[in-house]
Each structure stands twice: as structure tokens, then as C-alpha cells.
């Protein structure tokens, strides 16, 4: 049994102009020590699922419909005390902006020790260790030391090592992290990728990767749904979605990227996918890649293809394939 | 081909002040002693983490910013000394894309308005001309032409990017400096702006000086390179030469960290220790030596100079 189960999840915002519709029908599952990540562009309904998951949809936004199943438990029907309990303490998130995510008037060791303390047992000098404990885990040199600094005294690599290191202070079953290194250099990105694939496995959670790169994706994850208008499109092993994607968006997507290496020395035009993502409020019926997609016809015009297995283990939503 | 535009050890100190007085307390090596050539109607790449001063050399060519020290010769003339009229005519043949489509537009102004300014500014077309041209200008980077009387909030990332690349091509510029510029943009989008940029270049015989944090999309673009670290640049020549052969530690890590598609092909990460240090306090003699794997003694004390390794300019005592 998977340890995670999202089915069927709706999430909609109720604004001014209409209901936008971020995640229409959603089902994922996560297993005990595996990687999966969600990647898809601005808009797609990645971040929402994962704050539905944590039940930190912001206003004006409302989990409608579904079903979110943790350890048999069902998250949506915890009470708001049950809920902040598993919170951190068994499903914890980090963010792709550390320096938003921290209090800037804290200093990190109080921070981490808080997270400690609001969900242990512990006494506060035990907090405090492990807190120094947390900060040498991550790698964040002479920690005695930098415990006592604030956030804007870290450097944004420093910072994202500090929420890494309150995200799994609480060792954690489930690390979601929504972009966690989309703000950082390409050599700090590989020391935090690094960092995050190390402590997964001296802790033996679970995480769930959001990001809008592919290559994290093949380099990180055993698992991948690509996300496109709110729904998953494609859903299968990291393997497989590179040698034999079958969705025309996943396609597109990894054709559009220039690749490194060069053939016969010749750059050849990029296969870019044309128009843009659709407008979320009042959708139109029908595959909601279809003006986009270069298998388009009649069929795809009028009903919006379901997920289904084309092969053992591999999911796309196309009537094409 | 000739060179277009050349920078001879080109400085930007900034100094740090701070207490109520405003004392001097420090000075940020934001750009420190660069020379680089840029052949006319070439893609020149260049990279490097944030802070090492790529953007600024990109605002000390367009004279955003004064520059501490150097000369920036473009076309013959060096920029670094010319008055504010002559740069006003300098300034026609410089034109740059910025990596932000939302905070790069004015929002109160028409699209036509946002593009013909600078026809109007530069006296290139008779006002009753100005729309025409705008709208050639618009189907050029593929907008609709009804565009013109709209405004920017109008438009998404993407096609704001398009109007900002619309206006910079209005003047017909020699060089287009190109700050980071699909870097804001989703994947499916960067790939129709990367193809309509060297479509442009094909057409106008443009020139690119073109800034980028992305490895991938700099060298599927650029002829030739530099790759920038703390105000210096560390290696320079060829792009695909650089690519299959990185000769300075430094390109060699930067190159080793990006993703890859293909896990099994990739080459071995090379993964640096520590941070990037403060451009305010740079490390003594080779700037990269905290960080390097190869270091040795003599790379504390010694600055190595950009010379000649391998067919290319590297700054490195021991290249690969």
C-alpha cells in the first residue's frame, strides 16, 4: 500500500472572475522511500496539489472534491488539531524562496528548535541540540556558531539548507518540495539535489520533487507526472517518460529543450510548441491541449481524454496514442 | 569578421557606505579588470553564477552605469568617453532585451506607443509613418497587429517578451544585449523566443552579447564565450570547444552540474564546496581557489592571468 494517496482532487479559487479550476482530478500515490516528481509549467496545478496535500490552500482557494489518504488516514477529514500534527511533523514542505519562508526577525537555531519543540516531547536543551544536530546534517559549517545568525546573514544556498534542516528536524515520512532550488545557482542547485538524495536515504522518507526541469527530473526521481491545465497527462517511471514518452505535450516539452551535445556540429531550429498554456476559467470542452498539440483532430475537440494505461505501468491522457 | 565590440580591463567598483555619515566601508570588485571581443554578427554566451558581474558589464556597455576604470570601444569609437549627446546616437545601435517582460514595459503605454518611442526619439520615421512601421515590427516577432493599441497587461510572459524584443529591434541596433532574457519564461515558451531570436539574427545581421545563468540554452546559442566568476572572467574562446573541453576547474564544475536527460551519459558531477564568495571580499590570489579541487599552494598567492591554453583563453596555473 502506497504511503501516500491523493484520488481524485479538485481545487478550485473562487474569484472575482469565475471559479479557476488548478487541480481538476488528480490521483497520485507515493511509496516508502521513493522520489516522485510533478513537472509541468506556471499554472499547471503542481503547487496546488501539493498545498492540498498539506491543507494550506490560500483563500480565495477550496479543496472541492477528493480524497487524500496518509497512513490510512484521510487528511481532508482531520480536524484542524489533527491536521497540524502531521503537518512538519510526518509531511513537511519546503519552498522555492527560503528567504520568505524563514521569519526574518528569528534567528535559525530558535526557528529550528521551535519546529522541535511544537512537535516533540523534548526539553528545550534537547531541542536545542538537535537543532545544531539538524544544522550539521545539512552541512552548514561551525553550526554552534551560525545558529545565533538571521536569515539575511545566509546566503540563499545557506538558507535553503536551514529550511531543509527544519523541514526534516522532525525525521519526517513525507518531504514535498515545491521548487526547492529554482531561486539557486546551477553549483548550489547540485549541492542541495546532492543533500536532499543523502538525507532521503539516511532517513528512509519519501519525497515528492516539484519542478518545472526536466533534467532534476531524470537525475532525481523514480517516478514522474507531468502536469499540463490541471490534470496529469502522463504518469509513469522516470525511465520510461524519457525513452518512451507518449503524450504529445511530454514530447514536445523534451524536444523543445536545446540539448548539449551537437549534431554534426550544426545547431538545428528548436521544436518549440506553439500558442500558450490555456486560460484556466471557462475552460473550453475538449482536450485541453488541443490547439497545441500536432496529433489535434475532430475527436480531441469535443471530450476531454481520461488517464489510462497504455502500457503496464504507464498512464497518458491522449486519444492519439 | 571583424570586431564589434571590445572591452580593455574594464573595472565597476562599488563602494559600500553605511553608519549615519556615510562612510566608505567597503568596495564590491562587481567587475574586475575584464577584456573581452565580440565579432561582428557572432552569438557571444556569457555565463556565470549571479553576483559574478555579468549583468553589470551589461549595464556598463549601454552606459547605464559609469564604469570605474577601461574602455569599451564599439564600432571604433570608445563609449566609456562619450558625452550624453553622443550617446544618444551610440545608444541607437546598442539595444537591449531584459530578463523581467513584466517589469520591462511600461504598463500605462500602448504597446505602439512602447515601440514607436524610440523611432520618435531617434527621428528614424515621419509620425504618420510610425504605425506602419510598428506593425511590420509586430509581424516580425509574430504578434497580431491589432496589438498596438493595447496595453501589456494584455499580454502573457511570452508575448511580452516579443513586444520587448520588437522595441529593441525598432531602432535597428548593431548589438542586441540580451540580459537573461527566457529565463522568466515557461519551457514551452523559451523555445519559440530562442528560435526567434536567431531568426532576427539571420535577417538583421545582428549581433548577440547574450547573458545567461542557463548552460544549456547559452551553448545551443552561442559561437563563442566567456564564463564569468567573481568580476573575472576565467575562460573564454570557442563555445563548443569549451563545452567538449572546459579547460579552467571552474567551468569544468559549472558544466558537470547541470541536469541531464541522459543520467547514463552525463559525465561525473563535480560538486563544489561552499558558497560563491563575497564579491567584497574575494579571496587572495586566485579568486577560485577556495572551491577548487585542483588547488595548490600557489593559487592563494598568485593571481593567474587570462593566457593562451589549449586554443583559448583560460585564467588557470594548472588547466586541465
Known amino acids: ?321 | 569578421m571583424t570586431e564589434l565590440l571590445m572591452l580593455k580591463n574594464l573595472k565597476k567598483h562599488f563602494s559600500v557606505q553605511s553608519g549615519i555619515f556615510g562612510k566608505q566601508s567597503g568596495t564590491v570588485y562587481a567587475v574586475d579588470g575584464v577584456d573581452l571581443s565580440i565579432k561582428s554578427g557572432e552569438t557571444f554566451g556569457l555565463v556565470g553564477e549571479s553576483g559574478c558581474g555579468k549583468s553589470t558589464i551589461a549595464r556598463l556597455i549601454m552606459r547605464f552605469i559609469e564604469p570605474t576604470s577601461g574602455s569599451i570601444m564599439f564600432d571604433g569609437t570608445d563609449i566609456s568617453q562619450l558625452n550624453q549627446k553622443g550617446l544618444k546616437g551610440g545608444r541607437r545601435k546598442m539595444q537591449m532585451i531584459f530578463q523581467d517582460p513584466y517589469a520591462s514595459l511600461n504598463p500605462r503605454m500602448t504597446v505602439g506607443d512602447i515601440i514607436g518611442e524610440a523611432l520618435t526619439i531617434h527621428n528614424l520615421v515621419e509620425n504618420r509613418e510610425k504605425d506602419k512601421t510598428v506593425s511590420e515590427l509586430l509581424d516580425i516577432v509574430g504578434l497580431p497587429r491589432d496589438s498596438i493599441n493595447r496595453y501589456p497587461h494584455e499580454f502573457s510572459g511570452g508575448q511580452r517578451q516579443r513586444i520587448g524584443i520588437a522595441r529593441a529591434l525598432a531602432v535597428r541596433p548593431g548589438i542586441v544585449i540580451a540580459d537573461e532574457p527566457i529565463s522568466a519564461l515557461d519551457v514551452s515558451i523559451q523555445a519559440q523566443i530562442l528560435n526567434l531570436l536567431q531568426n532576427l539574427q539571420k535577417e538583421f545581421n545582428l549581433t548577440y552579447l547574450f547573458i545567461a545563468h542557463d548552460l544549456r540554452v547559452v551553448e545551443y546559442l552561442s559561437d563563442s564565450l566567456a564564463v564569468m566568476y567573481l568580476g573575472k572572467i576565467v575562460e573564454t574562446g570557442n563555445a563548443s570547444e569549451i563545452y567538449s573541453h572546459p579547460v579552467h576547474p571552474y567551468t569544468e564544475a559549472l558544466l558537470s552540474a547541470i541536469p541531464s536527460l541522459d543520467v547514463e551519459k552525463r559525465k561525473k558531477r563535480i560538486l563544489l564546496k561552499g558558497d560563491i564568495p563575497s564579491p567584497m571580499t574575494p579571496p587572495s590570489g586566485c579568486t577560485f581557489h577556495t572551491r577548487c579541487i585542483y588547488a595548490q599552494e600557489r593559487c592563494k598567492s598568485e593571481v593567474p592571468l587570462l593566457i593562451e591554453r589549449h586554443g583559448r583563453l583560460a585564467a588557470c596555473h594548472f588547466p586541465l
Not at chain 1, 49 to 64: D, E, H
Not at chain 1, 168 to 191: F, G, H, K, R
Request: net charge neutral; proline share 5%.
Open chain 1, 1 to 321: 500500500m502506497p504511503l501516500l494517496e491523493v484520488d481524485n482532487l479538485h481545487t478550485s479559487f473562487f474569484t472575482d472572475t469565475g471559479e479557476l479550476k488548478a487541480v481538476r482530478g488528480v490521483n497520485l500515490s507515493l511509496d516508502k522511500g521513493k522520489t516522485l516528481g510533478i513537472v509541468g509549467e506556471s499554472g499547471c496545478g503542481k503547487s496546488v496539489t501539493a498545498l492540498s496535500i498539506m491543507r494550506l490552500v490560500p483563500y480565495p482557494g477550496k479543496i472541492v472534491q477528493g480524497e487524500i489518504i496518509y497512513d490510512s488516514k484521510k487528511l481532508l477529514a482531520l480536524t484542524n488539531e489533527e491536521m497540524r500534527h502531521i503537518r512538519g511533523n510526518e509531511i513537511s514542505m519546503i519552498f522555492q524562496e527560503p528567504m520568505t519562508s524563514l521569519n526574518p526577525v528569528i534567528t535559525i537555531g530558535e526557528q529550528i528548535r521551535e519546529a522541535i519543540e511544537l512537535h516533540q516531547k523534548v526539553k528545550k536543551s534537547d531541542a536545542e541540540k538537535k537543532a545544531i544536530d539538524m544544522l550539521q546534517m545539512v552541512g552548514i559549517p561551525s553550526p554552534e556558531k551560525r545558529k545565533k545568525e538571521y536569515p539575511h546573514q545566509l546566503s540563499g544556498g545557506m538558507r535553503q539548507r536551514v529550511m531543509i534542516a527544519m523541514a526534516l528536524s522532525c525525521t519526517p515520512n513525507i518531504l514535498i518540495a515545491d521548487e526547492p532550488t529554482t531561486a539557486l545557482d546551477v553549483t548550489i542547485q547540485a549541492q542541495i539535489l546532492e543533500l536532499i538524495k543523502d538525507l532521503q536515504q539516511k532517513i528512509g522518507m519519501a519525497v515528492m520533487l516539484i519542478t518545472h526541469d526536466l533534467g532534476i527530473v531524470a537525475e532525481t526521481t523514480d517516478n514522474v507526472a507531468v502536469m499540463y491545465a490541471g490534470k496529469i497527462v502522463e504518469y509513469t517511471d522516470t525511465k520510461s517518460i524519457f525513452k518512451e514518452s507518449l503524450h504529445p505535450y511530454t514530447i514536445g516539452l523534451i524536444e523543445s529543450l536545446p540539448s548539449m551535445e551537437k549534431t554534426d556540429g550544426k545547431r538545428k531550429p528548436l521544436k518549440a510548441i506553439k500558442g500558450m498554456v490555456p486560460g484556466l476559467i471557462n475552460l473550453s470542452s475538449g482536450c485541453t491541449y488541443k490547439e497545441r498539440c500536432p496529433l489535434g483532430d475532430e475527436e480531441c475537440m469535443t471530450k476531454e481524454p481520461e488517464l489510462r494505461a497504455i502500457k503496464k505501468n504507464h498512464l497518458a491522457a491522449c486519444y492519439k496514442i
